[in-house]
């Protein structure tokens, strides 16, 4: 089955919080942690369990020397928990890796049973932070071992992380009960190195919410965590027990970005398991894809979409495909190591910018899996201003030699490599940006990942100074670091005359600031803006807008609060015109008995939707067409300040369907009467 090796991040510490599988040795039986650094002075790593101070081992390691940690097999309840561990609490699961020197090392879990296999790989430092989206794709198909994980731990005590977002039909295991947490969203409170870990269990039973519903869930805290998250096992097919384990560590929403390039696996070209998933994080986010100027999907804050695999450049390992986004997303990938449609894994993809490493030294034993021997390939991305002449890549033999680069439709700056067929540590040195993956398989077990470090970015993080909502809102960098120039974006759009490295919003929206330095440009995290006072934007709109007495008309309304504070008791009335009868509505918030939809409390930047139905009559015989203007309005607790520009009303033209004509034949009786 496939695994995802990712070298991410070079760093001074570390953290792997626990994860779940469905059935114990189902997805993971052997696992070790392997410890790495491109630093030829040999330096001393300490590894920690939980809450505890003092190292559970420690190893010496240098660029010629690299470290491996074999860990108990199967639910040891350090790095995969059994039933008694997920649900609660934990003190004594997850592992931190710490240089008391500071040293820089990268730190990559893999784990393997009799057909699976997965692989997860820290992001260090970068992976701390307090907005993170629950990552994943689609389970499908039913087995045993089919479960969705996601792993927490706390940096801080007294830390309070919210969850929700996710289909209020999932449902969390706690013990061994696999539906004991219901609630439609949940709070812990963990203090640091503390852990928790949630399980969406599908077994034999799949439902909807269970196989996507968690996906584009939020956690939120107010103290830094560090998240895992995938499945354990996980499928590709509807109505089939075909699995593999798929697990990685992304980091928080600030770290994001709008530029991806994907390299394709060696799947099959069915597109089950070739394909890049998009999360967004703020509403209104369109994906193009290839340089197209027309999104292929536009998507909001917590939903996801699947780029179709015939994007890719072609069929054929090593194709590739550039994904741009107008704002900042989550990008995961799945991908093959083989035709097989059970050799699936999972990547969490960093995006592509030129402030990216130029050196990924090293991988070590790129053949190992926990112990079995699988074959070994990377994909490389790198600068186009590179010539091909500066990317050496090496591995136990020396220096391999570099195939022809595949261009990248939609993009002027990048490249992309495929090179099979490698042994031992690997290592790519460049003169410019690079970003490396690897994938490989031996018979159902195989392997797959990323490589494209964070520790080369610039601290362009956004904060609010002045007053914290609008009128008075100022945006500026909250490091203070200074750059050569300034661009700043709203809703995805470039603000003209906006170049300073400070900026007095007017409207709320989101913001980001794109800076550059020498020849590089890069994109700061998105802000969000709100005003003061309550702002209730609400947006009506149909593609039925001529039809026929009799027909449906389908509306499609939107809310969306844009004041800083809750809006609570909500309510959105939907009293149709004489000549529109009221047939259905679903909605994805509240409730609704007609013509009122009773949404409740909304916070700042939340978007709900409702979908009604209405069959359309024409009550006057005389006109051959009437139009119908169907509004709706809005009460609520607060005053709707209403600065927003409201779209209510939309209109329906009814047009009468013309009588048929029809002759018959008739007996025709008449009756004279005689005086």
């Known amino acids: ?149 996601l792993g927490i731990m706390a940096t801080e005590d007294n830390t309070t992380i919210d969850i929700f977002g996710y289909d209020p039909n999932c449902e969390f295991r706690v013990g061994s009960n696999r539906a004991g947490i219901t609630a439609d969203s949940y709070q812990i409170v963990l203090d640091a190195n503390e852990s928790f870990v949630f399980e969406t269990y599908i077994g034999n039973n799949a439902t909807q919410a269970h196989e996507d519903g968690w996906i584009g869930a939020s956690i939120v805290s107010d103290k830094d965590i560090v998240i895992s998250n995938g499945s354990l096992n996980y499928g590709r097919q509807a109505n089939s027990s075909n699995r593999d384990a798929g697990i990685d560590q992304p980091v928080p929403e600030n770290r994001l970005g709008k530029e991806y390039v994907f390299v394709r696996g060696n799947g099959s070209t069915n597109g089950a398991t070739e394909f890049p998933l998009i999360i967004g994080t703020q509403n209104n986010t369109e ?13 909001n804050n917590g939903d996801y979409f699947e780029i179709p695999s015939g994007n890719y450049s072609s069929n054929t390992v090593g194709a590739n495909m550039f994904v741009r986004t107008s704002k900042d997303v989550y990008a995961y990938q799945c991908m093959a190591g083989s035709s097989a449609v059970y050799t699936q894994g999972l990547n969490f993809v960093a995006p592509v910018n030129c402030l990216m490493t130029d050196t ?104 609010i100074t002045g007053n914290y909502c609008l009128p008075g809102a100022s945006l500026g960098i909250a490091s203070g670091e200074t750059f050569d120039a300034y ?109 009122n939809w009773n949404v409740g409390t909304m916070s700042r930047g939340e978007l709900v939707t409702m979908t009604l139905v209405a069959k359309t009559r024409l009550d006057n015989i005389y006109n051959a067409s009437v139009t119908y203007t169907n509004t709706i309005t809005n009460s609520q607790d607060q005053t709707d300040g209403n600065i927003t520009t409201d779209n209510p009303s939309v209109d329906v033209q009814v047009n009468r369907i013309a009588p048929t004509s029809v002759i018959t034949n008739r007996r025709i009786t008449v009756r004279v009467n005689r005086n």
């Not at 974006?489 to 007017?506: E, R």
């Open 1 to 149: 089955m496939m695994a995802n090796w990712s070298f991410a991040q070079l760093s001074d510490l570390h953290y792997l919080p626990p994860l779940r599988q469905g059935q114990n040795n189902g997805a993971i039986q052997q696992q070790s942690v392997y410890l790495s650094t491109p630093e030829t002075t040999p330096f001393t790593v300490n590894v920690y369990r939980g809450t505890s101070g003092t190292p559970i081992t420690s190893f010496t390691i240098s660029n010629a020397s690299s470290g491996l940690y074999n860990l108990p097999n199967g639910n040891n309840n350090i790095t995969l928990v059994d039933d008694g561990n997920t649900g609660v609490v934990l003190t004594n699961g997850g592992l931190r890796f710490i240089a008391p020197g500071g040293n820089k090392f990268y730190v990559n879990y893999r784990g393997r049973s009799g057909s699976q296999a997965a692989s997860l790989t820290s992001k260090g430092r970068a992976a701390l932070g307090t907005s993170f989206k629950w990552g994943g794709v689609p389970n499908l198909g039913t087995h045993v071992s089919k479960s969705n994980t």
């Open 287 to 299: 994906i193009y894809v290839n340089g197209s100027v027309t999104p292929i999907a536009t998507i």
């Open 360 to 463: 990924m030294d090293n991988i070590p034993d790129i053949r190992d899996a926990a112990g079995i021997n699988v074959s070994g390939g990377i994909t490389v991305i790198a600068s186009t201003a590179t010539p091909d002449s500066n990317i050496v890549v090496s591995d136990a033999s020396g220096t391999v030699g570099l195939p022809s680069a595949n261009t990248v439709a939609g993009s002027s700056d990048w490249k992309t490599f495929y090179i099979p067929n490698l042994n031992g540590d690997v290592s790519v040195q460049s003169t410019g940006p690079i970003a490396v993956g690897f994938f490989g398989f031996n018979g159902a077990r195989g392997i797959a990942g990323y490589y494209s470090g964070f520790d080369t970015a610039p601290d362009v993080n956004l904060q």
């Open 487 to 595: 661009q700043w974006y709203g809703d995805g759009a470039l603000i003209p005359g906006a170049t300073s490295a400070t900026y007095n919003a007017s409207m709320a929206g989101d913001y980001y600031l794109r800076v550059t330095r020498g020849p590089c440009t890069y994109d700061s995290n998105t802000i969000e803006v709100y005003y003061c006072d309550a702002d209730i934007v609400l947006d009506k709109s149909t593609v039925d807008v001529s039809v026929n007495e009799g027909d449906l008309v389908t509306f499609d309304i939107s809310v969306e609060s844009l004041g800083h504070d809750p809006v609570t008791n909500l309510q959105i009335t939907d009293l149709l015109p004489t000549g529109l009868d009221f047939v259905s509505a679903s909605v994805s918030k509240g409730s609704f008995s007609y013509p």
